[in-house]
């Protein structure tokens, strides 16, 4: 089982120019290894629509991969982004799971099914055509570059230590950069940033696709 | 009066729409299908309608010009995927909603939009329960809404597309026929 240290560092270190969207128990984590203006938390939002919005990034922007860091609870809540994923064939989107098998915000209540659901069978059972599982670090680092260049849509879950992170603010109280404005106002920064970038070449992976 | 999904697809297509994203009823498959033909936009079918708003969400934020198909009770299902995302993200998308049961409001018995609903409303076997509480609430989530009832009210998906645009926000129009 990894840290969400051991998860998140060498994420950021092989993420490329992929756009990040983060949700629930490794939002606030992830300030901590990068700042880059691609990442996106989707804290103050809807909890169950983190996956589906990353999606929606991804099939719009199809030459740059997006990666989602997408919490067990919330996968829970909405399961059909699964088939809506591989329906729409999104070749550059990366699905992790980070399973704590809890709802860590909230007081690490215990998700459904705790210590018995798969998500990686879930992901297999909708058709993803990459599938990966996680629970030793040395394995996780070792892989995590050819996982990223991967053709997907990709799924990766990941088991995590449960931790105690409380509830997120956006406000100028958190550390990092992308908590300290409103959604609305990430959301409409993030639309011109990437229109005002391309991923780059090949050569340059994970990030672009080209 | 007919509604012809020919037209209300080049009316989107001149409004610049790129995406439209949904479930397809009876109502909305004539366009659904002439979607799946056409390079210009292209359809991403969901699984559910809350889905629907944050994927609309997440193309609006990669550059794209999306538009949301749903049947009015998967707009009753979507609440938070709504308020979450495309209202607190404050992004234009117009919805084109069908409105099941619309006929059923013309009934004598049928309250009036503004009237509070009651039990008896719903149980009601002559009124479709998901009409009832359409209006009410696109106007509790506070989404402009107009009525695509033909050809004729084709000039007003352009009107809605320029609303959601120009106040960064969700706006909503109800068909009350199946396309053709």
Redesign the interface.
Same mark, same amino acid.
Request: aromatic fraction near 6%.
């Given at each position: 089982m990894l840290t969400k240290a051991q998860l998140l560092k060498p994420l950021a270190r092989h993420r490329g120019s992929a756009v990040v969207v983060t949700c629930m128990s490794v939002t606030r984590p992830w300030g901590r290894y990068s700042s880059s203006e691609l990442d996106?938390a989707s804290a103050?939002? $809807?909890?169950? @629509?983190?996956a589906?919005?990353?999606?929606?990034? +991804? /099939? +719009?922007?199809p030459r740059r991969k997006v990666i989602c860091l997408n919490g067990d609870g919330s996968m829970l809540m909405?399961l059909?982004?699964l $088939?809506?994923a591989v329906? $729409?064939r999104a070749a550059n989107f990366v699905l992790f799971v980070i399973q704590n098998e809890t709802y860590e915000l909230t007081g690490n209540q215990p998700i459904p099914a705790a210590g018995r659901i798969d998500f990686a069978q879930l992901a297999w059972g909708a058709g993803f055509p990459r599938v990966h599982s996680f629970e030793d670090r040395g394995e996780y680092e070792k892989r995590l570059p050819d996982v990223l260049a991967e053709e997907g849509p990709v799924f990766v879950a990941v088991r995590v230590k449960r931790g105690s992170e409380g509830p997120i603010s956006r406000s100028g109280k958190e550390f990092s950069r992308y908590l300290q404005v409103s959604? $609305?106002e990430? +959301? @409409?920064r /993030?639309?011109k940033v /990437? +229109?005002s970038s391309s991923p780059r070449r090949r050569g340059s992976r994970p990030g672009g696709l080209e | 009066m007919t509604l012809s999904a020919r037209s209300v697809l080049e009316e989107l297509k001149a409004c610049g729409a790129t995406f439209c994203v949904g479930l397809a009823d009876t109502a909305l498959s004539p366009l659904a299908a002439l979607l799946e033909n056409d390079p210009s936009v292209r359809f991403v079918p969901v699984t559910r309608e809350g889905e629907a708003f944050a994927l609309a969400s997440g193309l609006w934020v990669g550059g794209q010009n999306p538009v949301i198909l749903a049947q009015n009770t998967g707009l009753l299902e979507s609440g938070d995927g709504l308020r979450g995302t495309v209202q607190r993200m404050r992004v234009p998308v117009l919805c084109l909603i069908t409105y099941r049961g619309y006929s059923s409001l013309a009934a004598k018995d049928a309250p009036a939009p503004s009237r509070p609903r009651v039990p008896d409303d719903f149980s009601r076997p002559s009124l479709d329960s998901a009409a009832l509480i359409t209006e009410p609430t696109l106007s509790a989530w506070g989404v402009p809404f107009g009525f695509l009832k033909s050809n004729a009210d084709l000039p007003k998906i352009r009107k809605f597309f320029r609303l959601a645009r120009r106040e960064s926000r969700a706006a909503a129009l109800l068909v009350t026929k199946n396309m053709t």
């Open positions: 996106f103050d939002s $809807a909890m169950g @629509h983190t589906d919005f990353a999606l929606g990034i +991804a /099939l +719009a922007q909405t059909g982004t $088939a809506t329906g $729409a959604i $609305a990430s +959301a @409409h /993030l639309r /990437l +229109a | -």
